[in-house]
């Protein structure tokens, strides 16, 4: 069909456009590109495939299933999958075997890893809590963590990669404070007898504003997204471009009559004879009920506001006296190229950032991919798709 | 044992609340809403429940949901509704799975006319201004109706529908008389539709004269309570979904040491807290923290600092807890699990879009 319900756009020639120009700022520094969270609702694996092709070799994928999922789809093992959450429950054994990267966060932990492992050793990147308080050992359980490190790995049974930490993103002082606390904690393995290959402690914001901190490796996730994450900061200001666009075809519009009452609890009154445009997306596609009065939408290029109660599966507009048809394309958010407003901005009116918005749209908007025309794996992957 | 991360969704609640629901609003029939994969408890595992316990029809959004439960097993006894479509549909696939649209435009009737489609519902506005073809539309569209019965073609006219906007007593009573001017002037072209329904779950309880011959009924089969003053418990309801997470790791905090991003959280006396791998990705606002509680085996520990992409922190205070146990965000009141009612109050919210925005990404059991 071609004018679907909804759609989210993903456009992986602006993920790939990302990806270049925040590996030249980090440059000479390794960039992990983060795809936690299904690639923050972009989809995980046409994102992992994209960047796999464009040379990257580090991905942090959070869990250890989502892990597998990208090593079933064939990225090999010259590729690190680093995963940081782990749960209780989680048998490591598979993780092992397929050479995901783990971080650790407590003695009790490494010793499940350690054993687990039947033939190679496990990767282990050690990780310290230095103020987040979400991940990692504190500086009291740190030396535990090591010594245990120590131990596993003279008896070959894992690797240690790195020592990671994640920063809290409050203030630059409690940020350098955290990555001191980092540091001190780096010295304390080495006193212990631990050789740390890399360090890796800056995810998207710190990793542009704080030099300093990009130690071996950054972890970026928001910015590949066209995401930045600095107040007052667009994509565009950046060079970055939003790799997700949402749209939705208009499904119905009526004419109606002043002081019409519209949706749920006739919040909204028509102030004139005016059009309404009925667009099929609800909260349970992830556009929040409190859209209402903060979240425009544009149709043709022009702005409007929506009206009335956002209901689980539409809302609408009040599009005045303009020539709004069934099927026009409704931007609700995108690049900001055509007057739509941007991820960015939705986050903003919304009281919270674009990763909340692009991760909550749900099961029921078709990610439809574009930019893989140009070869590679991502293209086969998609055929191979029902 | 670890505990469980994800939804687990009770099989008997929503069978024993399709059992209550159908009394109540007997001798009107029910027709289970299972749109936005029922709210999010799980579409196919919901439309399972509610058809082993009697139900006839479902209801969806869109002619996409519906064929997913035809793929999933749903056999053709049961009907299937659907009244949002895409500028486009041609009802070929609505008529290929059996399913019935609801059509609110002369050009939707004509072409599921032309795809012959057995039965459809015809869906008038009466003051939501949503779906539904408005008043000045209907003469065309019921005459339009008139004539494809006439015709002789395969489709034919059997329901009425529209829905209400709850803006209040008054204006639900209006749109109940605009709903009975639809049926009048269906009855001038010769059409007697055999299901009229337009109460949704809050009229079907609050309003049973607008109950017709169905109740279009989403939220309560799933044991919420559509109404602000009446509980789940008032209404003979059971909540089906409970979510839970296990305590991935505890960690001591000095007083004063900020928590999570942003640091929007500080310790005020030298305490511990537990962290649980659900975040706002998975559907919990990253704004919840310092307005909602858990609950740990018996008791109930405050959500604190923003919640991450996937992960938020407990205030455990010095409680035996460890890691694998269960905490507990929403459940059943009744057996002393926190209420989806209080997550929704927290984000100023009702209590359908905290179900309904529960992540893809989230692990769904049934029992």
């Known amino acids: ?386 | 044992m670890s505990a469980f991360t994800g939804i687990t969704v009770d099989r008997e609640a929503l069978i024993a609340n399709y059992v209550t629901v159908s009394e109540r609003v007997s001798p009107a029939g029910v027709i289970a809403v299972v749109k936005a994969n029922a709210y999010g408890h799980g579409a196919v595992h919901a439309a399972r429940a509610f058809v082993d316990a009697g139900a006839e029809w479902l209801g969806v959004a869109d002619v996409d949901e519906g064929i997913a439960l035809r793929r999933a097993g749903i056999d053709e006894g049961v009907r299937i509704l659907a009244w949002l479509h895409a500028p486009d549909e041609d009802f070929r696939r609505a008529a290929q799975y059996g399913i019935t649209p609801a059509v609110s435009s002369v050009s939707q009737l004509a072409a599921a006319a032309d795809s012959e489609v057995p039965e459809v519902h015809v869906c008038v506005d009466t003051g939501l201004s949503r779906n539904g073809a408005v008043e000045s539309e209907w003469a065309e569209l019921f005459a339009t109706a008139g004539r494809i019965a006439r015709s002789g073609g395969r489709t034919r006219v059997e329901g009425l529908m529209s829905h209400l906007s709850n803006a209040s007593r008054a204006d639900d009573l209006d749109q109940d008389a605009a709903l009975q001017r639809a049926r009048d002037g269906l009855a001038a072209n010769g059409i007697v539709p055999e299901i009229v329904h337009l109460a949704a779950s809050a009229a079907s309880i609050a309003l049973p004269e607008t109950r017709h011959d169905a109740a279009r009924v989403g939220l309560a089969l799933y044991g919420l309570s559509p109404l602000p003053d009446r509980s789940a418990a008032d209404l003979g309801l059971r909540p089906a979904m409970r979510v839970t997470a296990a305590v991935l790791r505890t960690v001591p905090v000095a007083a004063g040491e900020g928590v999570s991003y942003g640091y929007t959280w500080r310790a005020e006396t030298d305490t511990r807290l537990a962290v649980i791998g659900l975040g706002y990705a998975d559907g919990f606002d990253r704004g919840l923290g310092d307005r909602v509680s858990v609950r740990i085996g018996d008791r109930r520990f405050p959500v604190v600092g923003r919640v991450a992409m996937n992960a938020m922190h407990v205030d455990i205070g010095d409680a035996d807890v460890s890691v694998g146990d269960e905490a507990v965000l929403w459940g059943d009141p009744a057996d002393g699990d926190p209420a989806v009612e209080e997550w929704a109050t927290a984000i100023d919210t009702i209590n359908y879009e905290v179900v309904a925005r529960i992540g893809r990404s989230v692990e769904r059991r049934t029992t």
């Open chain 1, 1 to 386: 069909m071609n004018a679907p319900l909804r759609r989210a756009r993903i456009d992986l020639d602006a993920y790939r456009s990302n990806l270049d120009l925040v590996r030249g700022w980090m440059e000479p520094v390794e960039v992990m590109a983060i795809m936690k969270a299904d690639a923050y609702g972009h989809g995980l694996e046409p994102i992992a495939l994209a960047a796999v092709d464009a040379g990257v070799r580090w991905i942090g994928v959070l869990t250890v299933p989502a892990a597998l999922r990208l090593r079933s789809i064939g990225i090999g093992e010259d590729v690190h999958l680093f995963t940081w959450q782990h749960d209780p429950a989680l048998d490591f054994r598979d993780a092992i075997d397929s050479a995901i990267d783990l971080g650790v966060s407590n003695a009790a932990e490494l010793q499940r890893i350690v054993d687990a492992v039947d033939q190679r050793p496990a990767r282990v990147h050690l990780g310290v809590d230095s103020g987040l308080h979400r991940d990692g050992a504190t500086v009291d359980a740190w030396p535990e963590l090591v010594s245990l490190a120590v131990d596993a790995q003279r008896a070959g049974r894992i690797e240690v990669v790195a020592a990671y930490t994640h920063l809290a993103e409050s203030s630059d002082d409690d940020d350098s404070a955290a990555v001191a606390a980092f540091d001190r904690a780096v010295e304390v393995a080495e006193d212990l007898g631990l050789d740390l290959p890399m360090e890796h402690v800056a995810a998207s914001l710190a990793g542009l504003e704080r030099k300093e901190f990009r130690k071996d490796m950054v972890r970026m996730g928001a910015n590949l997204f066209g995401m930045p994450g600095a107040d007052g900061v667009s994509a565009a200001d950046l060079g970055l471009e939003p790799v997700m666009t949402l749209t939705a075809s208009v499904a119905k519009t009526k004419r109606v009559p002043v002081d019409t009452g519209v949706s749920y609890d006739y919040t909204y009154r028509t102030a004139a004879e005016t059009t309404l445009a009925l667009v099929p997306v609800g909260y349970a596609d992830g556009v929040p009920r409190a859209a209402q009065g903060r979240i425009e939408v544009t149709i043709g290029g022009k702005r409007y506001p929506i009206a009335g109660r956002v209901a689980m599966d539409q809302f609408l507009v009040d599009v005045g006296d303009d020539e709004v048809r069934v099927g026009d394309t409704v931007v609700l958010f995108g690049t900001g190229e055509h007057g739509e407003m941007t991820v960015l901005e939705w986050g903003a009116a919304l009281g919270t950032i674009g990763e909340e918005v692009t991760c909550r749209i749900g099961a029921r908007v078709p990610r439809e991919v574009v930019g893989h025309e140009v070869g590679g794996r991502v293209g086969d992957y998609l055929r191979e798709q029902p």
